[in-house]
Nanobody
Framework: QVQLVESGGRLVQAGGSLRLSCAAS?????MGWFRQAPGTDREFVAA????????HYADSVKGRFTISRDNAKNTVYLQMNSLKPEDTAVYYC??????????????????WGQGTPVTVSS
């Protein structure tokens, strides 16, 4: 099972930008980001195929967040712009066989990172 390590989370003001990174210990297929705010369930944020040719986003982040990957570095990124207080959460990286699993069946995701906290102040 591949190991995932996130980084980049911190405190940022509303309207600001942040880039999260997730380094994998080996090759991965589809990768994605989820988030969990206090008292809520973990929710899907974005996913990307191995080639990068397919991406999916939650409606709440479309147009503000961009997922990308560098396969030479086994790393996936989440560029977050125009951040809002409601984006405050712990952000988790995930790896799976397909973007479909990441989007629709997170219980069967193969690997999870430990999470990196993002706090957006108003």
């Amino acid at each position: 099972q591949v190991q995932l390590v996130e980084s980049g989370g911190r405190l940022v003001q509303a309207g600001g930008s942040l880039r999260l990174s997730c380094a994998a210990s080996g090759r991965t297929d589809a990768m994605g980001w989820f988030r969990q705010a206090p008292g809520t369930d973990r929710e899907f944020v974005a996913a990307i195929s191995w080639s990068g040719g397919t991406t999916h986003y939650a409606d709440s982040v479309k147009g503000r967040f961009t997922i990308s990957r560098d396969n030479a570095k086994n790393t996936v990124y989440l560029q977050m712009n125009s951040l809002k207080p409601e984006d405050t959460a712990v952000y988790y990286c995930a790896a799976s066989g397909s973007t479909l699993v990441l989007r629709t069946d997170p219980a069967n995701v193969g690997s999870w990172g430990q999470g990196t906290p993002v706090t957006v102040s108003s």
